[in-house]
Protein backbone atom coordinates (compact mmCIF):
# COMPACT_ATOMS: atom_id res chain seq x y z
CA UNK A 1 0.00 0.00 0.00
CA UNK A 2 1.06 3.12 -0.87
CA UNK A 3 2.18 5.79 1.63
CA UNK A 4 0.59 9.22 1.87
CA UNK A 5 2.80 12.87 2.26
CA UNK A 6 1.55 16.27 2.52
CA UNK A 7 3.73 19.11 1.49
CA UNK A 8 3.07 22.21 1.82
CA UNK A 9 3.73 25.04 -0.08
CA UNK A 10 4.15 22.45 -2.74
CA UNK A 11 2.95 23.84 -6.04
CA UNK A 12 5.81 25.50 -7.24
CA UNK A 13 10.01 26.10 -5.74
CA UNK A 14 11.15 23.53 -3.34
CA UNK A 15 7.70 22.01 -2.69
CA UNK A 16 7.25 20.92 -5.87
CA UNK A 17 10.30 19.41 -6.90
CA UNK A 18 9.97 16.89 -3.24
CA UNK A 19 6.33 16.28 -4.48
CA UNK A 20 8.24 14.97 -7.90
CA UNK A 21 10.58 13.24 -6.24
CA UNK A 22 7.72 11.63 -3.70
CA UNK A 23 5.67 10.59 -6.92
CA UNK A 24 8.63 9.22 -8.34
CA UNK A 25 8.31 6.92 -5.60
CA UNK A 26 4.59 5.76 -5.54
CA UNK A 27 3.54 8.18 -2.95
CA UNK A 28 0.46 9.33 -2.53
CA UNK A 29 0.38 13.90 -2.09
CA UNK A 30 -2.04 15.97 -0.75
CA UNK A 31 -0.03 19.41 -2.43
CA UNK A 32 -0.72 22.36 -0.95
CA UNK A 33 -0.34 26.60 -2.33
CA UNK A 34 -1.80 29.36 -3.34
CA UNK A 35 -0.93 29.03 -7.44
CA UNK A 36 -4.60 29.42 -9.38
CA UNK A 37 -3.87 26.46 -11.08
CA UNK A 38 -2.50 24.49 -8.06
CA UNK A 39 -5.28 22.00 -8.48
CA UNK A 40 -3.91 20.81 -12.43
CA UNK A 41 -0.35 20.70 -11.24
CA UNK A 42 -0.78 18.30 -8.85
CA UNK A 43 -3.71 16.01 -11.09
CA UNK A 44 -0.91 16.05 -13.85
CA UNK A 45 1.70 15.34 -11.53
CA UNK A 46 -0.46 12.20 -10.41
CA UNK A 47 -1.05 10.82 -13.70
CA UNK A 48 2.19 11.27 -14.72
CA UNK A 49 3.20 8.74 -11.35
CA UNK A 50 0.16 7.36 -11.05
CA UNK A 51 -0.54 8.17 -7.98
CA UNK A 52 -3.48 9.33 -6.08
CA UNK A 53 -3.32 13.30 -5.40
CA UNK A 54 -5.25 16.00 -3.33
CA UNK A 55 -5.33 19.82 -3.53
CA UNK A 56 -5.71 22.17 -0.72
CA UNK A 57 -5.46 25.76 -1.11
CA UNK A 58 -5.67 26.47 2.86
CA UNK A 59 -4.41 29.85 4.42
CA UNK A 60 -1.12 28.79 6.77
CA UNK A 61 -1.63 32.21 8.82
CA UNK A 62 -5.07 30.77 10.40
CA UNK A 63 -3.87 27.46 13.09
CA UNK A 64 -7.97 26.56 12.14
CA UNK A 65 -6.86 25.93 8.14
CA UNK A 66 -3.92 24.57 8.63
CA UNK A 67 -5.79 22.18 11.63
CA UNK A 68 -8.14 21.79 8.05
CA UNK A 69 -5.50 21.19 5.88
CA UNK A 70 -4.20 17.77 7.94
CA UNK A 71 -8.07 16.84 8.38
CA UNK A 72 -8.54 16.55 5.15
CA UNK A 73 -5.44 14.56 4.21
CA UNK A 74 -6.70 12.17 6.17
CA UNK A 75 -9.89 12.08 5.33
CA UNK A 76 -8.99 11.94 1.21
CA UNK A 77 -6.20 9.18 1.84
CA UNK A 78 -7.35 7.33 5.16
CA UNK A 79 -4.06 8.01 6.75
CA UNK A 80 -0.83 10.59 6.72
CA UNK A 81 2.74 9.26 6.83
CA UNK A 82 5.08 11.74 5.63
CA UNK A 83 4.17 15.65 6.57
CA UNK A 84 6.49 18.43 5.12
CA UNK A 85 6.78 21.83 6.46
CA UNK A 86 7.84 23.38 3.25
CA UNK A 87 5.59 26.41 3.11
CA UNK A 88 7.45 30.01 3.62
CA UNK A 89 7.78 33.56 2.67
CA UNK A 90 10.60 36.31 3.43
CA UNK A 91 10.80 40.09 3.76
CA UNK A 92 14.47 41.77 3.58
CA UNK A 93 14.54 45.01 5.31
CA UNK A 94 16.42 46.97 8.31
CA UNK A 95 14.66 45.87 11.40
CA UNK A 96 13.65 49.97 11.64
CA UNK A 97 12.17 49.66 8.68
CA UNK A 98 10.08 46.47 9.43
CA UNK A 99 6.79 45.74 9.11
CA UNK A 100 5.05 44.77 12.32
CA UNK A 101 2.54 42.99 9.95
CA UNK A 102 5.04 41.33 7.74
CA UNK A 103 7.38 40.33 10.59
CA UNK A 104 3.34 38.66 12.42
CA UNK A 105 2.91 37.18 8.98
CA UNK A 106 6.63 35.93 8.45
CA UNK A 107 6.60 33.72 12.18
CA UNK A 108 3.12 32.70 11.65
CA UNK A 109 3.79 30.98 8.44
CA UNK A 110 7.67 30.07 8.46
CA UNK A 111 7.20 28.84 11.98
CA UNK A 112 3.76 28.91 13.92
CA UNK A 113 2.28 26.21 10.80
CA UNK A 114 4.72 24.18 11.54
CA UNK A 115 3.55 24.11 15.06
CA UNK A 116 -0.03 23.66 14.65
CA UNK A 117 0.75 21.00 11.27
CA UNK A 118 2.59 18.67 13.25
CA UNK A 119 0.13 18.91 16.46
CA UNK A 120 -2.45 18.49 14.14
CA UNK A 121 -0.90 15.17 12.60
CA UNK A 122 0.62 14.11 15.58
CA UNK A 123 -2.83 11.44 16.53
CA UNK A 124 -2.83 9.56 13.30
CA UNK A 125 0.79 9.21 13.59
CA UNK A 126 0.70 7.79 16.90
CA UNK A 127 -2.02 5.34 15.54
CA UNK A 128 0.42 4.40 12.87
CA UNK A 129 3.12 3.95 14.95
CA UNK A 130 4.97 5.56 12.03
CA UNK A 131 5.50 9.05 11.22
CA UNK A 132 7.98 10.65 9.68
CA UNK A 133 7.72 14.82 9.70
CA UNK A 134 10.77 16.97 7.82
CA UNK A 135 10.89 20.35 8.11
CA UNK A 136 12.11 22.62 5.43
CA UNK A 137 14.56 25.22 7.79
CA UNK A 138 16.94 27.23 6.33
CA UNK A 139 20.54 28.14 6.78
CA UNK A 140 18.98 30.96 8.47
CA UNK A 141 18.18 28.24 11.18
CA UNK A 142 21.64 28.46 11.84
CA UNK A 143 23.28 31.17 10.87
CA UNK A 144 22.10 34.77 10.79
CA UNK A 145 22.33 37.72 7.95
CA UNK A 146 21.60 41.34 8.05
CA UNK A 147 18.07 42.38 7.15
CA UNK A 148 16.19 39.19 7.95
CA UNK A 149 15.31 39.57 11.21
CA UNK A 150 11.73 37.52 11.04
CA UNK A 151 12.94 35.16 8.14
CA UNK A 152 16.12 34.12 11.12
CA UNK A 153 14.09 34.49 14.41
CA UNK A 154 11.51 31.73 12.42
CA UNK A 155 14.06 29.09 11.03
CA UNK A 156 16.06 29.26 14.46
CA UNK A 157 12.54 28.84 16.14
CA UNK A 158 11.95 25.47 13.84
CA UNK A 159 15.09 24.27 14.68
CA UNK A 160 14.36 23.80 18.31
CA UNK A 161 10.84 22.04 17.52
CA UNK A 162 12.20 20.19 15.58
CA UNK A 163 14.68 18.73 18.57
CA UNK A 164 11.38 18.88 20.71
CA UNK A 165 9.36 17.01 18.61
CA UNK A 166 11.85 14.36 17.95
CA UNK A 167 12.35 13.64 22.04
CA UNK A 168 8.24 13.65 21.81
CA UNK A 169 8.01 11.33 18.95
CA UNK A 170 10.50 8.96 19.49
CA UNK A 171 8.69 6.49 21.44
CA UNK A 172 6.05 6.34 18.62
CA UNK A 173 8.40 5.97 16.08
CA UNK A 174 7.73 9.66 14.47
CA UNK A 175 10.93 11.02 13.93
CA UNK A 176 11.24 14.87 13.16
CA UNK A 177 14.24 16.15 11.37
CA UNK A 178 15.10 19.84 9.79
CA UNK A 179 16.38 20.51 5.96
CA UNK A 180 18.76 23.76 6.06
CA UNK A 181 19.17 24.48 2.56
CA UNK A 182 21.26 27.78 1.17
CA UNK A 183 20.38 29.88 -1.28
CA UNK A 184 18.25 27.80 -3.80
CA UNK A 185 17.27 28.96 -7.51
CA UNK A 186 13.50 29.55 -6.51
CA UNK A 187 10.86 32.08 -7.06
CA UNK A 188 11.18 33.66 -3.23
CA UNK A 189 14.96 33.45 -3.70
CA UNK A 190 14.26 35.61 -7.56
CA UNK A 191 12.79 37.99 -5.47
CA UNK A 192 15.06 38.01 -2.51
CA UNK A 193 17.49 39.02 -5.47
CA UNK A 194 15.61 42.29 -6.08
CA UNK A 195 14.51 43.09 -2.32
CA UNK A 196 18.47 42.85 -1.52
CA UNK A 197 19.78 44.88 -4.46
CA UNK A 198 17.24 47.70 -2.84
CA UNK A 199 18.69 47.15 0.64
CA UNK A 200 22.48 47.03 -0.39
CA UNK A 201 22.12 48.98 -3.25
CA UNK A 202 23.59 46.74 -5.76
CA UNK A 203 22.73 45.44 -8.96
CA UNK A 204 21.00 41.65 -8.87
CA UNK A 205 24.26 40.39 -9.91
CA UNK A 206 25.89 41.58 -7.19
CA UNK A 207 23.83 40.58 -5.32
CA UNK A 208 24.17 37.14 -5.98
CA UNK A 209 28.21 37.32 -5.93
CA UNK A 210 28.68 39.36 -2.83
CA UNK A 211 26.16 38.64 -0.59
CA UNK A 212 23.97 35.27 -1.27
CA UNK A 213 26.80 33.11 -2.32
CA UNK A 214 29.40 34.71 -0.91
CA UNK A 215 29.44 32.83 2.58
CA UNK A 216 28.98 29.66 0.46
CA UNK A 217 32.18 27.36 -0.15
CA UNK A 218 30.52 25.67 -3.15
CA UNK A 219 29.68 29.09 -5.14
CA UNK A 220 26.60 27.83 -6.85
CA UNK A 221 23.19 27.34 -5.62
CA UNK A 222 21.58 24.81 -3.99
CA UNK A 223 20.00 21.93 -6.81
CA UNK A 224 16.25 21.51 -5.55
CA UNK A 225 16.63 17.56 -6.20
CA UNK A 226 19.23 17.37 -3.25
CA UNK A 227 16.86 18.79 -1.13
CA UNK A 228 14.58 16.13 -2.59
CA UNK A 229 16.64 13.46 -2.42
CA UNK A 230 17.55 13.98 1.51
CA UNK A 231 13.81 14.53 2.29
CA UNK A 232 13.06 10.91 0.26
CA UNK A 233 16.13 9.49 2.66
CA UNK A 234 14.64 11.00 5.93
CA UNK A 235 10.73 9.80 5.04
CA UNK A 236 12.16 5.77 4.71
CA UNK A 237 11.30 2.70 6.93
CA UNK A 238 14.97 2.45 7.88
CA UNK A 239 15.57 5.62 9.24
CA UNK A 240 13.96 4.84 12.37
CA UNK A 241 17.05 6.71 14.24
CA UNK A 242 17.49 9.38 11.90
CA UNK A 243 15.64 12.42 14.14
CA UNK A 244 16.35 15.36 15.76
CA UNK A 245 19.01 16.41 13.23
CA UNK A 246 19.22 19.14 11.34
CA UNK A 247 20.73 19.01 7.76
CA UNK A 248 22.55 21.97 6.23
CA UNK A 249 23.17 21.56 2.16
CA UNK A 250 24.04 24.65 1.78
CA UNK A 251 27.55 24.86 0.29
CA UNK A 252 29.62 24.79 3.13
CA UNK A 253 28.34 27.94 4.63
CA UNK A 254 27.85 26.72 8.16
CA UNK A 255 31.13 24.87 8.07
CA UNK A 256 32.50 28.05 8.00
Excluded at 1 to 29: D, Q, W
Excluded at 54 to 81: C, M, P, Q
Excluded at 154 to 171: F, N, R, S
Aim: glycine share 8%; with cysteine; charged share 20%.
Amino acid sequence: MNKTVLITGSTSGIGLAIATRFAKEGYNIMFHGLEANGDAIAKDLGATHNVKVGFSKGNLLHSDAVEGLIAETIKTFGELHVLVNNAGIQFVSPIEDFPNETYENIIAINMNAVFYASKAAWKQMKQQQFGRIINISSVHGLRASEFKSAYVTAKHGVIGMTKVLALEGAPFNITCNAICPGYVKTPLVEGQIKDQAKAHKMTEAEVVEKVMLVKQAVKEFVPVEAIADMAVLLAKDSSTTITGTSFALDGGWSAQ
